[in-house]
Nanobody, 118 residues
Framework: QVHLVESGGGLVHPGGSLTLSCAAS????????MGWYRQAPGKQRELVAS???????NYADSVKGRFTISRDDARNTVTLQMNSLKPEDTAAYYCNYRHYRRGWEDYWGQGTQVTVSS
């Protein structure tokens, strides 16, 4: 089992910045993926950014150049730096941890709200 705790959401004006952090605990594998998904009201959950244990990253087209994902394996944390925020970035953001055991296993945080509004 893996437990994820998120922090850092809130209200910000358009053009502002926020940093989301997620700490993982439990049975952490050396090979894993950590990332952030978001879900706006009435929409499906979508990938925002992910980072593998080898440092390989993947970003949604809508956030490229504005968001940066990073990880600290010593602390089992993943961070999402969000700059130049837009109203369309408003959503609940969920931390995700994925590793392979007998199959791919996904774990989710409880979610943190990001609201971009003037």
């Amino acid at each position: 089992q893996v437990h994820l705790v998120e922090s850092g959401g809130g209200l910000v004006h358009p053009g502002g910045s926020l940093t989301l952090s997620c700490a993982a605990s439990g049975t952490i594998s050396s090979i894993n993926f950590m990332g952030w998904y978001r879900q706006a009201p009435g929409k499906q959950r979508e990938l925002v950014a992910s980072i593998g244990s080898l440092g390989n990253t993947n970003y949604a087209d809508s956030v490229k150049g504005r968001f940066t994902i990073s990880r600290d394996d010593a602390r089992n944390t993943v961070t999402l730096q969000m700059n130049s925020l837009k109203p369309e970035d408003t959503a609940a953001y969920y931390c995700n941890y994925r590793h392979y055991r007998r199959g791919w296993e996904d774990y989710w945080g409880q979610g943190t709200q990001v609201t971009v509004s003037s």
